[in-house]
């Protein structure tokens, strides 16, 4: 239903994607992924398809959370579960009032120095949400004596956190 609702029909498709479908149904993430294997750096219009559709997949899933979680409480706020994509901050629906990015070095990118901070920039999304990261911890003997909690909370304050969620806190 993504595909037909995106292109006016299976020609038109085709020839986006450099393919020959007979129908929408042939058409898949898989076949997606095979098109633009030949493409530079394996990306193509068909792979952006796939984004695109898992993007609106996730949105629609929070949605359909949030309208069902503030219908039962509405005046309490709303956060997100750790969100350890960017694309996944990217794609939060208004519903929300909270976003939680979880920026650990292991789950977006190798950053041990700014612990990601730059996430809360981005899931803030012009200001349209409150963000509270969720940082790993605890840390060892080493990032202890560099300071790197401190280091990680004020950067998040910058980026314009409200706050920091601590994991595995012990």
Same mark, same amino acid.
């Given at each position: 239903?993504f595909?037909q ?6 020609q +038109?498709?085709?020839i +986006? ?5 007979s129908?929408? @149904?042939?058409a ?5 992924? /095979?098109?633009?294997e +030949?493409?530079p $750096?394996? &990306?193509?219009?068909a792979s952006?398809d796939? =984004?695109?559709y898992? %993007?609106q997949a996730? #949105?629609?899933v929070m949605q359909h959370? =949030?309208?069902? !979680? *503030?219908a %039962?409480?509405?005046?309490?706020? $709303?956060?997100? @579960?750790? $969100?350890?994509?960017y ?8 519903e929300?009032? /909270? /976003?939680?990015?979880?920026a650990?070095?292991?789950? %977006?990118e190798p950053?041990? %120095? =700014? #612990?990601?901070m730059? /996430? &809360?920039? !981005? =899931? ?6 409150? &963000?509270?990261p ?5 840390l060892d003997?080493?990032?202890? *004596?560099?300071?790197d909690? $401190?280091?990680? +909370?004020?950067?998040?304050? !910058?980026?314009g956190?409200?706050?920091i @969620?601590l994991?595995d806190?012990?």
């Amino acid at each position: 239903a993504f595909l037909q609702r995106r292109y006016s029909s299976i020609q +038109t498709l085709n020839i +986006t994607w450099e393919a020959s479908f007979s129908d929408f @149904g042939q058409a898949s993430q898989f076949e997606a992924r /095979v098109i633009d294997e +030949t493409m530079p $750096l394996g &990306v193509g219009r068909a792979s952006l398809d796939v =984004a695109d559709y898992r %993007l609106q997949a996730f #949105h629609d899933v929070m949605q359909h959370w =949030a309208r069902t !979680i *503030k219908a %039962l409480d509405p005046n309490r706020p $709303l956060l997100t @579960g750790r $969100l350890s994509r960017y694309r996944s901050c990217l794609a939060v629906p208004d519903e929300y009032d /909270v /976003v939680c990015p979880w920026a650990s070095p292991d789950a %977006l990118e190798p950053d041990g %120095l =700014a #612990h990601n901070m730059h /996430v &809360v920039a !981005i =899931a803030r999304r012009a200001g349209r949400f409150a &963000v509270i990261p969720c940082l790993d911890v605890p840390l060892d003997e080493v990032a202890s *004596k560099r300071g790197d909690l $401190l280091r990680w +909370t004020g950067l998040a304050g !910058i980026h314009g956190a409200r706050g920091i @969620g601590l994991a595995d806190w012990s």
